[in-house]
Structures are given as C-alpha cells and as structure tokens.
C-alpha cells in the first residue's frame, strides 16, 4: 500500500480511501503478485538487516545523548516525518528512540523480531508472529511513527479488556513522545467517545470502532458524498458531533479473526418496530413447522433445511384456511423454511445461550470462531424471533435497517492498514485480495520446544471423551497444566460434568462465563490446574506457567474437536510453549463430531465400526485423518465463498445506492 502524505489529510473532513468498487480480475491478479513480491522483498534478510543495523547504529548515538537532546531530537523528527513521510532514515531513527524510551519506562525494550514485525505493520502488512513474542510492544513503533507524521491511529483488538490492558500500559510511553491515547469501550457513551476519537493512538474493539463509523453515515449523511466533502473542505465547515474523523491508519491484532472469520456477518445498526401480526405469524410458523418429519418432510443440508414434495404437499395442507401471510406461496415456504432451521440448524448452549438480562430470559448469539456471547447481535429475516418462540422466551421486536456495512468492505477503506495475528498464511491470498495487504511470516526469537503428540481419532464421541479423561489424569499427575479445548459451551459443560464424577478439580470457561476469562486463562498455568475452554481461549491473552510447570514439561494442550478452519486449531496449540518455553499437545477426535458429521457418509459408515474394533491401526487413523481433513477444508472453501458472496453484495449496494444518491 502506497504511503499517504500526512499533508494531504490536514482539511479532510473524513479522509478515507474511496472508489472501492470491485477490480476486474486481471487488476486483482496483478495487484496479488505486486504485494506478493513487495512483501517477500522487503522480507529479504540482506535487506532487513541494514534497516536493523541501521536501528541499531541510531540507538547507540542516542545512548550517548542526554535527556534535553534527545527532546530536541524528537522535535525535529517529527517536522522530519510531517515533511518527508516514512522515509527509512527518519523510520530507524524514530524506532530506536521508541526502543529506547519503552526500557526507560515499561522496562521492555523491542526485540530485533519486534522492529522488523513493526516495520512491516508500517508499509501496511499483516505479521504473522508467534504467541508469547510481544505483538501489543510491536506495535508501539508504527503507531508512534505514523502519529508523529501526523495520522490518526486506531489499534483495534477483539475485546475491551485487551483495548483497555493495551491501551493503559502503553500510555505512559505514548505520553513520552506527547502523543495522547484514547480508549472507546462498547459501553462509551458518545461525548465521552467524540473526546476519546480526538486522541492521537486509539484503542478499541472492531465492533465499537465499526458501529461508530455507521454512527457517523448516518449523522454526515449526504455530507459523505465526495462533492459535498470537498466543499466542506473549502468552506472549513466541521461537524462537532462525528466520532472518528476519517479512517487513516489502522493496526488490527487477531488479524485473521477480524478480517476473515468474521467477515460473514454484516453489522447493520436498526431501530426496532414492534408488529403484532409479525409475531402472530412467526408463532403459528413454529407451530406448523413442529409438525414436519425430518427426512420424509424435509432434509438438512449441513445445518440447513429444504422441503422435500411430501414436505410442500404437507404445507399445502397445513395452510388451507389461513389468511395473511399465508395466502402466498413462496412466503409460505420461505417461513417454514425458516422455522425449521430454528428448531433443527441451531443448538442452544452450542449456537446461542438463554442468559437473564435485567429479570428477562433472552436468546443470545454465540460467535462461532471465538466461542463469545454477542448480546446486541440478532439473526435477520425472522429467525431471531423464530428461535425465541422454541425457547419460549419474550420476542423481541423485529428491525429496521438504517445502516450496514461488513467488515471486508469497512477495513478497504483505511488510507493505511495492517495487521498483526498468529495464524494467517493459509488466507494469505484472500487478504490480498480482499484487503490488498500482504503477509509477512516473523520468526520467533527462540526455537519452538513444543511437542506435539500423533492425532488420535476414535470411532465415537464416548470412547474419545474417555480418552480425554485419561489424559488428563496423567497429565495433571505428571505436574503439568492441563488446557482442554472444546468447539462447544455444551461440550465443555459434559466434560466438567465429566471430571467432577472423577472427583479432578477444574476450571471451565465458556461463553456463560465470558466475564472471568482473562482471570481464567492467566491462572491456566498455574500446576496442577486444569481448565477447559471453548475456542476463545486461542485469543489475545497469554498463559504463563508457574515454574513447577516449566520443571514437569510446560502447559499440556488437548483439543477435542476440530473447528472449522485449521487456523483457529492451531491458536489454541499456541497456548503452550511460548517464548521457547517447554510444553506438549494433542489432538484427541471422532468421527461423530459436528465437523465431519455428513462428511463422505458411505466411507465413514464403514470406517467407524474398524476403528471402533482396530483403533490403532495405523492406516484406520491415516483415513480418518484424511476425513477430518477433507471436512476443514470443505467447510473453510465454503466459509470463503460466503465472504465472497457478502463481498459482492456490499459492492451491489453499494453501486444501488450511489445510483440513488445515498450511501451506506
């Protein structure tokens, strides 16, 4: 990504990057192999370590300096960067003052890994760097760069507990240079957010920081038109009511969960309007569609449902006499369709939790990839209100949309961006694609002491969670922590009712205990101790073993179901075995699990009953390898093509409401 001038976004009224319409493919072939070439270039050792040596030779000048010359130093680095931009000198000569200044006041100085990971966040890459090697310190250096040039600088992280950890240790080495840090939480309220956006280095949470950028279309208007800005810009007019002031530059921790895994999902902001007739409706079609027969009426299709003909006769039945709504046969489908996902494509405590809010049972979203509760989402097209009606909760009043907007189509529009994450090279071509940034692989500092056990699959869920408990056991006996992911709230609730009938003490963390998490996961460590957690464990908080741990072989990871995509797997095997630490991990499987569940069903049907009687057999393990296999990849190519599809959409609204004169 071309660097931008500070210059030019002094007068912007809301500078962003525009004509985000989709590229024809020669264009995004192209673009593809520039950024892929440009990162391994500037990847290139010979070249990283002159800017290295560079780093280093401007931090022993700066050793011999006192501390009034080094004020002075700063101020003339700062014209240096507002005048000429990020020029190499200026850029290794701002990082070694950083450096310098983060051992004077956080006691932490930058790793030669750090400055090169830092360097590349700067020209607007993601790093991929390993758990435990300091991406909240890396990124320091390019965001006090890119402030001292004279840009705003938003840090984005995946929860306001790391938005506020962050922000608050690194706030004193920010004030060091003059820059002031805000922090904007989800319960911010707007004047406290129109201050905290006006700092120079912001903290906040994708979700925040995207809903706020909605906030803003709405409040702007027709005033985010680009012939109305530019007046603006002429006039000098302000608006003292927007929040954000543009999308400049942006550090994205957790990378690949923000831009890929998260991407299926639109943020809409609506206003909620109660129909009687509505709910009348959703509740006869619960009824209704409660009296189906799975696979005579209706078959799924993973999690989704379609009518088979005795299904749409059956219907054709049931809606004789029915007035409304009903009357219409394609909507008469549609509704049906739609309740039966209710009652059969979502699970409670594995998609969704019933938690009290304010004396009132509501039905709440889990994410999928993170295993958090997402308490202000709900499903679109009904099925929010459908899923109540099965748990027998309150409905809630549909939506209208005001605005919406995905995450593919929001980060596009950052003048700079970059990222940083642990597990991003199997989407390194779709972030270049979508996002036009490349991936940058960092090595760590010191040589991975991780053990990773043979996968072991069993023919039955029973006969692994067995295993499981075994492992456990000898673990825990051996001295070691013990980390035992699950894909499920559900699944993690068995297996403590599991280990509590085993009299073994534990912790669980799932999505009904989100609020303890980082308490949680911080103790992990801590030997003999066993917890269990759903996926959202794999992200942004590090476990430290205590050093009876380190003495009996460091953290033991189990994880007991694959997810859907291998990078998140292998988040959760980062827990252990950080920063050259010693640790062990394994995945224990079945065949029976949600992930291969439909999967190559003939093969599967035969291979169960041989692993049940042969299961370790070399070559039953191998295929049954191969399955789960086959099952990521197959549910990881489609995931991708949902991005895509919710891609082109945004670029058809996009178009149609440009047509109409409005934006988003």
Known sequence: MNPVPAQSLIGDLYPQRRGLDELPWIDRATERIRLTLEAKVSANPARMKRFLTRVEREGASLDTLPHEAVSQLLSDLRRQLRRHGLADPHVARCFALVRRRAGEILGMRHFPAQIRGGYHLLHGRVVEMDTGEGKTLMATLPAITVALAGMAVHVVTVNDYLATRDAQLMEPLYAAFGLTTGLVLEGTKTEEKIREYRANIVYCTNKTLVFDYLRD???????????????????GRMRDNILLHGLQFAIVDEADSVFIDEARTPLIISAEQRDPGAEHFYAEAIELARQFVAGEDFELEGRVPHLTDAGRSRLQELRQGRSGLWSGHMRSQEAIRQALWALHGFQRDVHYIVREHQDVAKVMIVDENTGRVMPDRSWERGLQQLIELKEGVAVSPE????ARISYQLFFRRYLRLSGMTGTCREVARELVDVYGVGVVRIHPQRPSRRKLLPIRIFATAEQRWQAVLEAIIQRRDGGQAVLVGTRTVA????????????????????AKQDKTEAETIQGAGMGPR?????????RGTDIQPDASVLAARGLHVILTEGHDNARVDRQMIGRCARQGDPGSAQYLLSLEDELVAGV???LRRILAPMLGRWPESPILQAMARDVYRFA???????????????LNFDFQMRHTLSFSGTME
Do not use: C
């Open 217 to 235: 279309r709405i409040t702007l208007g027709r005033h985010m038109q680009p012939l109305v800005m530019a007046v603006d810009r002429l006039t």
């Open 399 to 402: 939506k209208e949309v005001l």
């Open 491 to 510: 699944s993690s609730e068995a297996l403590s009712a599991r280990l509590t009938a085993a009299g073994i003490a534990h912790r669980v963390l799932n």
């Open 530 to 538: 066993v917890t269990i957690a759903t996926n959202m464990a794999g």
């Open 600 to 602: 190559l069903s003939p």
């Open 632 to 646: 990521q990849w197959r549910t990881e190519r489609n995931h991708r093509r949902i991005r895509r599809r919710q």
